[in-house]
């Protein structure tokens, strides 16, 4: 039984020994991709064309997801060693709140240029959404993604 390749495949897969459980996973490659991301991040903000957007400011979704690069370096349940969701959000919330902004696109740029400034992420898909535009509507915005420059 113990050559059996269906049960190799199982344990490990085709010969190849089991990797260790561990901490870190060591031995494994870590090369690959991490997502990253906020959901749902209501904020005031300031924005829009309209006369009556300047006067108050009303209510912005903004979704996040980011595809970070992970290098080979054990995580060592260490925050330093990965692309913190927290530092992601307080920057959001200094970027909504740094003034009027026009667009939602640019406020999506804004964003996704925040994001990137991180050498990790390889790039950032970024919705801003306007909640109270239409009454008949959940909201209405922009969803981008960039991707850092090769």
Do not use: W
Request: net charge negative; proline share 5%; glycine share 8%.
């Amino acid at each position: 039984m113990a050559n059996d390749p269906k049960l190799q495949a199982i344990q490990g897969g085709l010969g190849q020994p089991k990797p260790e459980a561990s901490q870190d996973a060591p031995g494994l490659s870590l090369s690959g991709l991490r997502r990253v991301f906020l959901r749902d991040m209501i904020l005031p903000c300031s924005i829009g064309i309209y006369r009556h957007e300047k006067d108050a400011p009303q209510r912005v979704r903004i979704n996040l997801d980011l595809a970070v690069r992970e290098g080979d370096a054990a995580l060592a349940d260490d925050v330093a060693n990965v692309v913190d969701y927290a530092t992601i959000a307080e920057g959001v919330r200094s970027i909504v709140g740094a003034g009027h902004v026009n667009l939602v696109e640019t406020l999506a740029e804004r964003i996704a240029g925040f994001c990137l400034r991180d050498p990790r992420v390889a790039s950032a898909q970024v919705r801003v959404e306007k909640l109270d535009v239409f009454a008949d509507a959940a909201g209405a915005g922009v969803e981008i993604t960039r991707h850092r420059a090769p």
